[in-house]
């Protein structure tokens, strides 16, 4: 049963009162100028380690990592089965690379000072492991793919 309010009592009710917008509140207008936008931009996140390149047939795979700052090259999933031979370990040793065995990878720090020479060093030192690895599995070695 609902009770009407006789005109003698006061109303339960409180006025509202008209909201201002905020000029945070504001829709922008379309033409936005370019320092407005650079101030919107979201950073896209990259994976980290991210793979630079994948021989599956010779088990090898070059990643490197921002955030580590290191080239680094693993062979299968890093088991003792998955350990190369001693010439390629001797190969990976003379190009500056040293075993991980925490991450169970070949890495090699990157300065920032010679940054590019080294990818390009890791990238030549893949190419020539996945080669001696297949020519050990006696497997035809067509051009590696990047």
């Given at each position: 049963?609902?009770?009407?309010?006789?005109?003698?009592?006061?109303?339960?009710?409180?006025?509202?009162?008209?909201?201002?917008?905020?000029?945070?509140?504001?829709?922008?207008?379309?033409?936005?100028?370019?320092?407005?936008?650079?101030?919107?931009r979201?950073?896209?996140?990259?994976?980290?380690?991210?793979?630079?390149?994948?021989?599956?047939?010779?088990?090898?795979?070059?990643?490197?990592?921002?955030?580590?700052?290191?080239m680094?090259?693993?062979?299968?999933?890093?088991?003792?089965?998955?350990?190369?031979?001693?010439?390629?370990?001797?190969?990976?040793?003379?190009?500056?690379?040293?075993?991980?065995?925490?991450?169970?990878?070949?890495?090699?720090?990157?300065?920032?000072?010679?940054?590019?020479?080294?990818?390009?060093?890791?990238?030549?030192?893949?190419?020539?492991?996945?080669?001696?690895?297949?020519?050990?599995?006696?497997?035809?070695?067509?051009?590696?793919?990047?």
């Amino acid at each position: 049963m609902s009770r009407k309010r006789t005109p003698d009592q006061e109303s339960t009710e409180t006025p509202t009162a008209a909201v201002a917008e905020s000029p945070a509140t504001e829709a922008k207008p379309e033409g936005q100028s370019f320092v407005e936008k650079v101030g919107q931009r979201k950073s896209i996140s990259v994976p980290d380690p991210f793979g630079i390149a994948t021989d599956t047939v010779a088990g090898v795979r070059l990643f490197e990592s921002r955030q580590d700052r290191q080239m680094a090259i693993k062979f299968g999933e890093g088991r003792p089965e998955d350990k190369p031979s001693q010439a390629v370990i001797d190969t990976m040793k003379g190009a500056g690379f040293r075993w991980n065995p925490v991450d169970r990878i070949w890495a090699h720090p990157v300065r920032s000072d010679s940054a590019m020479g080294t990818r390009i060093d890791a990238e030549k030192l893949y190419q020539d492991v996945c080669k001696m690895i297949r020519q050990e599995k006696g497997i035809e070695s067509p051009e590696i793919p990047f």
